[in-house]
C-alpha cells in the first residue's frame, strides 16, 4: 500500500487531481499492482468514472469505504436498513454512464441505444428499495421513540457516550455498567446505540447510551439514514465526549465529534470531556489535552484508572443539571417526602404543626412529579428555610 498527497487551490472537475497527477498514480498503481485506488474525500460520479478509465482499476471514494466499513459492522435490523439505505443513496446517481456495462439490449436502428434499457430497470428497482427501506426505518425509528418515551418517564437522568470512532466508548461503557457490549479494535465496531444502567456511588441511578462512532466528514448518506439512532445522543441530559488520547490527532478528533454534534443538533448540550487511553499515550500528550480542556477527567477504560474519579465528577454534573425547588408537603403525604429522598436531594427539611417544608435539588425529568407541592420561594410558609 502507498500513499500520494496533492495540494491544490481547487479539486479538478474532471479527475479530481488533474491529468499529470492522473498520470503519476497510474504509474505508481502499475508498479505496485494494486486493486483499488483510494481517494480521502468524496468523488462526483463523473470524477470516479473518468478516473477509474484513466487507472484502470476499481477507484472508491471516501463516502465508499466508510459505508463498506459499516456494511461488515452491521448486525441489527435496524442498523442493516440504514447502511443499505445510505448505500442506495449513494449508488443511484453514479448508474449513468455505466450502461455499456450494465447493458441487455444491443444498439442499432430502431431500438433504444446501449444500456439504456438496464439503466432504466435498475434506476427503478433502486428506487424501489429506497421507498421499502425508508417505511422500515420510518416504522423502525416509531420504535425507539416509543423506548425513549418508556425511558424518558422513568424519571432517571441519561448519558450518552459520544465520540470519535475506536476512542473507547464501548470499553468505557463495559467498565462503567458491568455490561457485555462488543469491544473491537476496529473502526465503527458499534452501530446501534446500547443503553444501561449505571449505579452511581451515591445510589442515583443512572441511563448511560453507547452511540456510533462519529468521524471528520461523516457523509451525509449516513447522517441521514443513522437519523433515529442519532437522536440517541441528542435526547440526553449529559454527553460524556470520550477523546482518544493515544490517537495521532486527538485535538483534531474533538473538533471532528463537535461538527458532527453541530450537525444533528447537540451542540448545545452539556459536555463532559473524558481523556481516555492514558495508559498507553504518552504523560505529555495527556497533560496537553488536560489543559486545552479544563474540566476534562483522565482515564484508562481498559485498566479501571481514573473511573472512580470521573463517576465523582459525572454525580455532580448531573447535580448540577437539578432544579433547586421548595415544597410543602403535607404530614399525610409521607410517600411524597420518602419519594424526594429517593429521586432527589434534600438540602433543607423543616417541620411545623401543618406541614413539612423542604427545599430540594430535584432532576428535570422528575420534577411534573411534585408540581402540585412546589411553591415560590418565599410564598406560604416557606420563607423560614434558610
Known amino acids: 500500500m502507498d500513499r500520494v498527497l496533492q495540494r491544490r487551490d481547487r479539486p479538478d472537475p474532471a479527475t479530481y487531481v488533474g491529468k499529470g497527477k492522473v498520470a503519476e498514480l497510474r504509474d505508481l498503481a502499475e508498479a505496485l499492482d494494486v486493486d483499488v485506488v483510494v481517494f480521502d474525500d468524496e468523488l462526483t460520479p463523473a470524477q470516479q468514472r473518468n ?8 477507484v472508491v471514494d471516501r463516502v465508499a ?45 430502431g431500438t433504444r441505444g446501449p444500456g439504456e434499457t438496464q439503466l432504466e430497470v435498475d434506476r427503478r428497482r433502486i428506487l424501489r428499495r429506497v421507498t421499502k427501506l425508508e417505511a422500515d426505518l420510518d416504522r423502525l425509528a416509531r420504535t425507539r421513540a416509543t423506548q425513549r418515551k418508556a425511558r424518558s418517564r422513568r424519571d432517571l437522568p441519561t448519558v450518552a457516550l459520544v465520540g470519535y470512532t475506536n476512542a473507547g466508548k464501548s470499553t468505557l461503557l463495559n467498565r462503567l455498567t458491568e455490561a457485555d ?39 451525509h448518506q449516513l447522517v441521514e439514514a443513522f437519523r433515529s439512532t442519532l437522536e440517541e445522543v441528542t435526547g440526553t441530559d449529559l454527553l460524556v465526549h470520550v477523546v482518544d488520547a493515544a490517537a495521532p490527532e486527538p ?5 471532528a465529534v463537535r461538527s458532527v454534534l ?37 482515564v484508562s477504560a481498559r485498566t479501571g484508572e481514573g473511573v472512580e474519579k470521573l463517576l465523582a465528577v459525572l454525580g455532580e454534573r ?24 429517593r429521586e432527589g436531594e434534600v438540602l433543607v427539611e423543616v417541620h411545623d404543626e401543618r406541614a413539612v417544608r423542604v427545599r430540594a435539588r430535584i432532576p428535570e ?22
Open 262 to 298: 453541530a450537525e444533528i443538533g447537540g451542540d448545545t448540550l452539556p459536555e463532559l470531556l473524558v481523556v481516555n487511553k492514558v495508559d498507553v499515550a504518552g504523560p505529555d500528550r495527556v497533560r496537553e489535552l488536560l489543559a486545552a480542556h479544563p474540566g476534562a477527567v483522565p
Open 181 to 219: 457490549v462488543l469491544v473491537e479494535d476496529r473502526l465503527f465496531s458499534t452501530l446501534d446505540p446500547t443503553t444501561r444502567r449505571l449505579r452511581m456511588p451515591g445510589g442515583e441511578v443512572v441511563l448511560v447510551s453507547d452511540t456510533v462512532g462519529f468521524v471528520r466528514r461523516l457523509p
Open 65 to 109: 469505504l466508510i459505508l463498506d466499513i459499516f456494511a461488515q459492522h452491521a448486525t441489527s435490523q435496524e442498523g442493516m436498513v440504514q447502511v443499505e439505505l445510505a448505500q442506495l443513496r449513494y449508488r443511484l446517481p453514479r448508474l449513468r454512464g455505466r450502461g455499456k456495462q450494465l447493458s441487455q439490449q444491443a444498439g442499432g436502428i
Open 318 to 341: 448531573l447535580r448540577s443539571l437539578d432544579r433547586v425547588v421548595e415544597l410543602v408537603v403535607p404530614y399525610e403525604r409521607g410517600d411524597v417526602l420518602a419519594a424526594l429522598h
Open 365 to 386: 425529568p422528575a420534577l411534573h412529579r411534585f408540581a402540585e407541592l412546589v411553591v415560590t420561594p418565599g410564598e406560604g410558609s416557606t420563607d423560614d428555610i434558610p
Open 51 to 58: 478516473l477509474e478509465q484513466a487507472l484502470g482499476r476499481d
Open 251 to 255: 485535538a483534531e478528533q474533538v473538533r
